[in-house]
């Protein structure tokens, strides 16, 4: 824990970082010209368990560290980007207790609502935030009398004009930007002008729905092609004689912000977002609530590296879901370059946000914070009160779990998903294979915590804390909370070649640093692939599946499709049920090039993002189990339909638990792992 006593008083530390990779500091013997404190977060994102037992230690971490007496007027307060997503948070907006305290009950309203009490100066524009629609995110900001009175950035987006979103005037100071876009903006900080420049991903109508919006520069693309665009806006800030720059950036991967720091000149901090990258140092306590506790820091804060000009670059991130504050206080000299020799660790770093760690540091509570964030507890504790089902297992839908290998959360939602199309299409068509992204599952349903010895435990589901809940039981506000999107569930027909090219998008960014959200969990099917051959690149190209199998209702091998790499039999027609997402494009899955893919929804109209209006299986074969939450053909319903067919019952809890990965059945992964990332429709390239 870092030393309470530095922020009560406020006094500069002695330490003194040596780093001999970046640039020379310029000697400033007099002491620093100019300080920032810098305090940001990223990706509200994951699981509801950690932003209800969080987000009030988080706001007194914000408002201690913004009355420290010798930093708090030097404080910029800003956000990466994905500060919502629907979920039980966003849809408990809508509700008459928050609109009570907000003046509003727009879905997604509440969580800028409570950023807009802590004082945020700006945001990235996430992907997270477009994912109802850039009219949902118009609503959510400047709706119903509330209005938030910080901006967004993103300096590759334009075409404002044609969607519900306010552009703002670029380069205007933040405080006049409420709710409005634009590329670049000013904060004047104890007297001396910031500038903020934000950037989004490329990749973002791959991954959300950003209706008219566009993105620069078209796929594909690189850093090497984005770094002009991003330059513009901060050399339109340095005309002005502004020499402290902080980019605000969403590029999914913390190796693209390395990527690009090394292409851009004269930013000065790069506040990262998108990937959750878990940055901390030695000082720095990890994160334990009553339902997760986080093992170790993946990177030191900040990463140091040098811009395109060879001065120094501070790149920060902290973990998801409000669980740390990043705080960096940053000394720069007369000219505007950071001292990097003045970095203190024992002031910077990874704030946990644990009731020990906030009252270390003042303990500065915001009481409307909290009444927002218990308005939307009281909404999502009746939801963990309906039960669907019971696990005495572990469910694993953990980032660095779903994204690159098999689990049994994958393994069970893609069986429910392939049971509940086959009771839909029951008479007409047998449904052969589930295919599903580890994207879209949002958060473990289970607990995770520290046990006596200091190791991480699994455990089932259980009551605990102000959530409440029932022992073992999977219930609403799981599913709502692990099956964000609640996406529909398609039928369409593919061929051998054109499941194997399927499985190829899926695993075509596999490397020892990625997580890809478009990585597969099957079921009906069993494959192994190597991420030392090539990866896809094009229709037909890909050389990973090494080995494709169909499997028997026992779930012993059926039909063996590829062998070695290579398609047995071209003729083989399969049915395979995914969800709309991705058979509208999403995370890049080529389904619009299927020669002939019958599609069929098990939804009846338009679900979010369709763009049309498609057949409909018989919507009346419904199982019926479930008609308290999501809808026919949705994917919460099939989970739930499914627990409550077949684990209803404590003595029918399902019961199978994790295993390594070695021993895994449905996916295997056959070389080594130690191999890059492969192809992706923005490349990030290091030096």
């Known amino acids: 824990m870092k030393n309470w006593k530095t922020f009560v008083i406020g006094a500069l530390s002695a330490v003194i970082v040596v780093l001999p990779s970046c640039a020379s500091d310029d000697d400033n013997s007099n002491g620093p010209a100019f300080t920032l404190q810098l305090l940001h977060f990223s990706d509200v994102d ?64 509440a969580e800028f609502a409570i950023l807009k009490e802590l004082g945020l100066d700006a945001s990235a524009l996430g992907n997270h935030e477009l994912d109802q629609g850039d009219g949902n995110l118009a609503d959510a900001i400047n709706g119903d009398g509330f209005t938030v009175d910080f901006p967004f950035l993103s300096t590759n987006a334009s075409n404002f004009e044609a969607s519900d979103l306010e552009a703002g005037t670029d380069g205007a100071l933040v405080e006049n930007l409420g709710a409005k876009f634009v590329k670049y903006a000013v904060k004047i900080i104890d007297g001396e002008a910031v500038g903020l420049v934000g950037v989004s991903t490329p990749e973002i109508k791959l991954i959300t729905s950003p209706g008219d919006l566009l993105f620069q520069p078209s796929l594909p693309t690189s850093t090497e092609e984005l770094a002009p665009i991003v330059q513009n806006s901060i050399d339109s800030l340095t005309n002005q004689g502004i020499d402290k720059i902080v980019l605000l950036s969403h590029l999914q991967d913390i190796n693209c912000e390395k990527s690009l720091a090394t292409r851009i000149k004269d930013v000065d901090i790069i506040v990262a977002g998108g ?39 501070a790149i920060v991130n902290v973990s998801s879901d409000h669980k740390y504050l990043g705080r960096l206080v940053a000394h720069f000299d007369s000219n505007g370059k950071l001292l990097t020799n003045r970095l203190d660790p ?50 694993d839908g953990r980032r660095y779990s779903v994204r690159v290998q098999e689990t049994r959360l994958g393994n069970l939602s893609a069986d429910a998903n392939l049971w509940y199309a086959n009771k839909i299409l029951e008479g007409t068509a047998k449904v052969d294979v589930s295919l599903k992204n580890g994207g879209g599952i949002r958060s473990s349903i289970g607990i995770e915590r520290l046990n006596e010895a200091g190791e991480i435990e699994t455990l089932p589901p259980a009551a605990f804390g102000t959530l409440g809940g029932v022992n073992n039981a999977i219930s609403q506000g ?64 890909g050389e990973r599946v090494r080995k494709l199998v169909l499997l028997n209702n026992d779930g012993s091998d059926g039909t063996v499709l590829v062998e070695n790499g290579s398609v047995l039999d071209e003729n083989i027609k399969i049915k395979l049920v995914s969800l709309n997402f991705l058979v509208n494009g999403g995370d890049g899955y080529p389904f619009d090039s299927l ?59 399902y019961n199978q638990n994790e295993s390594a990965p070695e021993n895994d059945q449905r996916i295997k992964r056959l070389d080594s792992g130690s191999v890059a990332g492969g192809s992706s429709e923005f490349n990030c390239p290091i030096p």
């Open 46 to 109: 994951g699981s509801v368990y950690d932003v209800f037992e969080s987000v009030e230690h988080f706001a007194t971490l914000v408002g201690s560290f913004k009355s420290d007496p010798t930093y708090g007027n030097k404080t910029l307060f800003v956000s990466s980007g994905d500060n919502i997503i629907p979920g039980p948070r966003y849809f408990a907006s809508e509700s008459d207790e928050v609109e009570a305290i907000t003046g509003s009950n727009e879905p997604g309203h």
């Open 275 to 313: 990937s959750g990258t878990m940055m901390g140092d030695e000082n720095d306590v990890l994160y334990t609530s009553s339902v997760t506790a986080d093992s170790a820091f993946t990177e030191t804060y900040p990463f140091l590296t040098n811009d395109l000009s060879g001065n120094p670059t």
């Open 346 to 395: 024992e002031l910077n770093g990874a704030y946990a946000a644990t009731a020990a760690v906030a009252s270390s540091v003042g303990g500065i509570t915001n009481s409307k914070a909290k009444e927002i964030s218990d308005a939307l507890m009281e909404v999502i504790q009746a939801k963990y009160a309906v039960v669907v089902g019971y696990t005495k297992s572990y469910l």
């Open 478 to 541: 799981h599913l709502e909370s692990t099956f964000r999107f609640d996406n529909g569930l398609v039928v369409v027909d593919v061929t051998t070649a054109e499941l194997k090219d399927l499985l190829e998008n899926g695993l075509r960014m596999v490397g020892d640093d990625n997580s890809p959200g478009e990585f597969p969990q099957v079921g009906g099917m069993r494959f192994e692939f190597d991420a030392s051959y090539a990866s896809r690149t094009a229709a037909g190209n």
């Open 595 to 653: 020669s002939a893919p019958n599609r069929t929804n098990l939804y009846s109209g338009q679900m979010y993002g369709d763009p049309q209006d498609f057949p409909d299986g018989d919507l009346t074969k419904d199982p019926g189990l479930n008609n308290s939450f999501s809808v026919t053909g949705g994917e919460q319903d099939a989970f739930a339909e499914y627990f409550l067919a077949f684990h209803n019952t404590q003595e029918k809890a």
